[in-house]
């Protein structure tokens, strides 16, 4: 992108000179008796002309100067690497290269499920028994979200497995009617930075219910009196307090809590949002399949990140919906690190073991089995693009069209995006997060 100049002061230098000089003479003229007042009027109309052509380049000084410090703040923050960590690099053999990813390229891929009930409230495994389930299929993270109930599960840890400190909390609605069972309601998970941080986000025990009220009973910190209130605001004071705490925050299964855009689109600062679940999926709702939800997001600026999840209260509802963090090793500050940048793809059937741009075309790999036989890249605007084949191991997009379309459209830096959707012959799914112009450029 161009840099604007800095602007010149002499033009307008100019102008406030001769429109002194004019305004003197006027005011010379005025003091002086012996002048023919009708005279006047040559001397006053040049004057108003001088100020008001001054004034109009007093105002494109302010705006060309404001401009130039902005695209100067803006230059600074790139710069920062805190701001935004690099995921590009140069090919040094040959033509230089640049390549641009959009997966890190280093480290290994974690399978984890972040969203898991067992004993401690409602579901029927043991921490330990998940652990041992999930291991068995392939995966290396588990978030332990009981219902209102926080616990550290570090003891489960091993080489191989890590548990994550997290919770779930549900604010429910009035009742649409007059049957609570069918009330719209918030469900949010947290998710603590480090594992042995279990304050509550507003607390109040009076919302443990079920096996969980004898973990708070022995939780003597789980102290407060918060009423939850179900609206964007009641919900945004919590997911507030939450990230000041260092939480990351999920919102969960918006079909399921029967919850319209308007209940949702107003929460801000939301980490992630279930766009597969598969308790819901495997109950009857297919809905929870809500990807189109993350657009929604998306299209107001809001960089939330598609995870897919188990919420598995039961043993049909297991290992059906994953995310794959891509994390230099398994610790839990690189997951969670991973989990902040949007390092990482939702899927509930095909894998990607690659993504990256190289000068300018998309590139994405699959392994052998994943069976992938359709790719659909859509953008903010109607650009998009989409690949067919069988078992497809590798595809490429030439993204021209689509940041021709973002220029074309004038997108905002952080409203244009373009996202991911690889289908496997069965209609199953893996969807990248959004990925925008201000950190593609
Ligand atoms: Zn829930
Ligand atoms: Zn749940």
Known sequence: MKQPNRPSPFPLALWILATTLSLADLILRLTDGHVIPDILYVPMVVTALFCAITAVYLRRFLQAQKAFHAAQKAEDTSADPRVYPPHSTFHTEGEPVMIHYLLPADGRFYKANLHTHTTCSDGCKTPAEIKEIYKAHGYSVVAYTDHEIMIDHSDLNDEDFLAITSYEVSTGG?????????????????????????????????????NARAYADAQDYYKGDHQRIYSVEGQNEMIAEAKAKGYLVSYNHPNWSKQPYTHYIGLEGVTALEVYNTGCAVGGWTLDESDHVLDEFLMEGKKVYPVATDDNHGTHDMCGGWVRFKAPS?????????????????????????????????????????????VAVHS??????????????????????????????????????????????????????GYFLEELE
């Not at 719209?184 to 079920?210: A, K, M, R």
């Not at 940041?403 to 893996?430: E, W």
Request: charged content about 25%.
């Open 380 to 433: 903010a605007s109607r650009w998009a693009a989409a690949r067919y084949g069988e078992n497809m191991t590798h595809i490429e997009v030439d993204m021209k069209g689509f940041f021709d379309s973002m220029k074309h459209l004038n997108y905002p830096a952080d409203r244009g995006y373009f996202r991911v959707v690889v289908f496997d012959d069965k209609g199953r799914k893996a969807i990248t997060r």
């Open 330 to 374: 398994l610790t839990y500050d690189n997951i969670m690190t991973a989990y902040a940048r949007g390092d990482f793809y939702a899927s509930w059937g095909p894998d990607i073991d690659g993504l990256y741009m190289e000068d300018g075309i998309l590139k994405m790999d699959f392994p052998a089995d994943s069976r992938v036989c359709r």
């Open 174 to 210: 009035p009742a649409l009617y007059g049957d609570f069972g069918e009330s719209p309601c918030y469900h949010l998970n947290f998710y603590s930075p480090i594992p042995n941080q279990t304050d509550y986000v507003c607390p109040n025990p009076g919302y443990v219910w079920g």
